[in-house]
């Protein structure tokens, strides 16, 4: 993806038949506890509160470098009992230029442990290490041998985007360069990048799916290394389109009903939206997919959910493969990426990773996501909240949270009589510095605001706009799900049909948390408030 070669001016401003090598791209749908692998349990060894020599904005659980910067996931794999997932990396930063591929791994999507770089930058004349895709090539489609780990990746050299080929015969640890790079040369396009790449196995070849511009070019090769284009899909009014995926999935878990999704980066400006991941479902024919209607949805809604990858889980039969996907997306925006107040790292950090279903929902097949069920393994005990009255009077305390970060779930609906125009909660707050998670009954949206969190004053207008979803009342009320971090909320609304995804910022230490209902009564008629322990990555010595 080509985003840190252009930082300086960016700053400015398939499941069913697709398996990755004979391997289906996933993970386990019963990966062990980190007590049964023997890491450690992070509620019995740091509790709920984030070590004393942790900067202010260090995440809890959600992932983050140790130090320098990071971007882009990579779509994780499963190989030798573990995942392997990787993100774009810059060591130089601010300084020096260009990404490689940072890799990580975990049992349960929860818990990390750092494995270093992956895929060094500017090793072969052809440029930084950007976005791809890495494959189990359990075939030996390519002649590297059996259960080799490929990477096609996009390489960038004085501005002209390739691909490249990366090899791994340690199962995923060190790549090293293909002879023949580049796989795929620049046919004289401005913008040629991010590979996905997938096994058709109904067709038995490799197929790749490759950001275009305002188009997604499709590709197949028999081997990995040799490339033929099959045809392209453009949609309108996206700008330019990274980030690409396509993948099948049934519909209401029904394995006889099935159906494409193709997603990709893109920006929703000409829909009053900024950056994140669109999504068509449609059909593929091994050559062209075809929309079944053309405009898009939207994966999140928020200020800070891009690059995402999916992926499926390996170990499931197959109708269970096709009912669910994983996902997990960078958050933050390349409108301000750069100015976040993180000293010891730069760039944000990820998502938690989200378990995805294709629900039909008011009559379209929608995605529908949520916490991954491996997060509860951090969550202690709840305090439950039930038939709670909010007027217009005053802003009413919540209990307060003791742990750095915690899961409030709340179902909310304005009282018959005197209904509320809106609900806020207020959540981080401290020294007059806040952020707002809602909704508002009247227009039927839940909505994040971040103009009164501790950076607001400082950053760009966009980072002050006011972030919505779609959310009408189901038997009467919202319900909505959030992760709140230390820097950042994820809110899933009723029962995940929408996601809103931002960092937000909160003064140092500010954990406060309360709930007003503007011009009228709502009622809380459940909330539950539950602490979620620390999860540290875990790093080598030194």
Not at 170 to 193: I, K, L, Q, S
Not at 202 to 219: D, S
Not at 403 to 423: F, I, K, M, T
């Amino acid at each position: 993806m080509w985003l840190i070669a252009a930082l300086a001016s960016a700053l400015a401003l398939v499941s069913g038949a697709l398996v990755t090598g004979g391997i289906r791209d996933g993970g386990p749908s019963d990966a062990p506890s980190s007590t049964a692998t023997g890491e450690p349990d992070p509620r019995s060894a740091s509790g709920f509160t984030r070590p004393a020599e942790w900067s202010p904005y260090r995440p809890a659980v959600h992932l983050s470098p140790h130090e320098h910067w990071m971007n882009d996931p990579q779509r994780p794999f499963w190989l030798d009992g573990r995942w392997h997932y990787y993100y774009l990396y810059n060591a130089d930063y601010p300084e020096g230029n260009g990404t490689e591929w940072y890799h990580v791994t975990s049992t349960d999507l929860v818990h990390w442990r750092d494995e270093g770089v992956a895929i060094d930058k500017y090793e072969n004349g052809l440029g930084d290490i950007e976005t791809g895709s890495a494959v189990v090539d359990t075939e030996n489609t390519a002649g590297f041998g059996p259960g080799a780990v490929i990477a096609i990746v996009t390489q960038q050299h004085d501005g002209v985007q390739r691909q490249s080929l990366f090899v791994s015969t340690d199962g995923g640890y060190r790549f090293e360069a293909y002879a023949g790079n580049p796989v795929m040369d620049n046919p004289g396009e401005a913008h040629w990048r991010d590979p996905k790449v997938v096994w058709d196995d109904a067709r038995g070849e490799w197929l790749m799916v490759l950001a275009e511009g305002h188009r997604l070019g499709f590709y197949t090769s028999p081997d990995l290394t040799s490339w033929t284009y099959r045809s392209a899909f453009e949609p309108d009014d996206l700008g330019i389109l990274e980030c690409p995926d396509l993948f099948q999935m049934s519909i209401d878990g029904d394995p006889a009903n099935t159906t494409w999704v193709l997603a990709a980066g893109a920006n929703g400006a000409a829909q009053g939206m900024t950056t994140g991941t669109v999504y068509w479902t449609g059909e593929w024919d091994g050559r062209a997919f075809t929309a079944a209607e053309p405009d898009p949805a939207w994966l999140d809604r928020g200020s800070d959910f891009y690059a995402t990858v999916t992926w499926d889980d390996p170990t499931l039969p197959e109708e269970a493969r096709l009912a669910s996907r994983y996902a997990i997306g960078w958050l933050n925006n390349w409108a301000y990426a750069g100015e976040l107040p993180t000293a010891d790292w730069h760039g944000g950090i990820d998502s938690v990773v989200r378990e995805l279903t294709l629900d039909t929902i008011d009559g379209r097949p929608t995605i529908r996501s949520s916490p991954v069920d491996a997060l509860e393994r951090l969550e202690g005990r709840t305090e439950a909240i039930g038939d709670l009255r909010v007027t217009d009077a005053a802003r009413t305390a919540l209990p307060q949270p003791a742990s750095d970060a915690y899961r409030l779930q709340v179902d909310v609906a304005p009282v018959p009589g005197d209904p509320a125009a809106e609900v806020r909660f207020r959540i981080r707050e401290g020294d007059d510095a806040f952020a707002t998670v809602g909704v508002d009954f009247a227009e039927g949206v839940a909505f994040v605001a971040r103009d009164a969190d501790a950076i607001a004053g400082s950053m760009p207008e966009v980072y002050r706009e006011v972030r919505t979803a779609p959310a009408p009342l189901r038997e009467g009320v919202v319900t909505l799900d959030l992760i709140v971090d230390v820097s950042s909320v994820e809110v899933f609304v009723n029962g995940g049909e929408q996601a809103i995804s931002s960092v937000v910022f909160g003064a140092p230490g500010g954990n406060g948390l309360s709930v007003e209902s503007i011009g009228g009564a709502t009622e809380l008629r459940s909330a539950r408030l539950t602490p979620l322990a620390v999860a540290p990555i875990a790093r080598a010595a030194g």
